[in-house]
């Protein structure tokens, strides 16, 4: 654990300064994804997408909950006129019922995952052939991708210039197209 650490941190110091040589030269530029995501055409696409795909798994979720939850009122209220067996047989399909809604509740969440990075790569695709274009076109040798870790919640830009932020350029191209 401690020597993943240490090269981790041996590594982004290298980076670090490798990127602070560059940057001193002129010769790193940086796009802010989030930014490209949120005004883009494109982005705002993928964003309506996925945001339709939620709202159609938070349905089918709740449907699935409404009707365990009558299931489960129409046992309470049969209980005692039932058998032991019928009893029995009742809570098994009660149990099965609801492992079949926790597993479809697993693969609605691994459909959005699979949809999400589907359509987040074919976008990264798309922008890091232009953000290259751009930065060519500008003189740069090197364009970061500002994004935040969403488990660490930090970028590997941690400070940059605005004067080398090619962010809004890259977005004037996508949405030309």
Known sequence: MMRKLAV?????AMITATAS????AGEIAF??????VSLTDKGKNIQKQLAALKD??????????????????EFQDQADALSDEAKNTKVNELRKAQMEAQQLQYNLMQK???ERLKLLRSFASDLSAVASEVGRA???KMVFLKNVDPIAQISM????????DLTD?????????
């Open 112 to 114: 959005m995952e699979d």
């Open 31 to 36: 796009v802010d994804f989030e930014k490209v």
């Open 8 to 12: 981790l941190t041996l590594a982004l």
């Open 56 to 73: 159609d798994m938070e349905l089918q979720l709740k449907e699935k909950e409404l009707a365990l939850q009558k299931s489960y009122k």
């Open 157 to 164: 830009v941690l400070y940059a210039d605005p004067s080398i």
């Open 21 to 24: 040589l560059a940057a001193a």
């Open 138 to 140: 500008a003189g740069y």
């Open 169 to 177: 350029q890259v977005i004037a191209k996508l949405n030309a197209g």
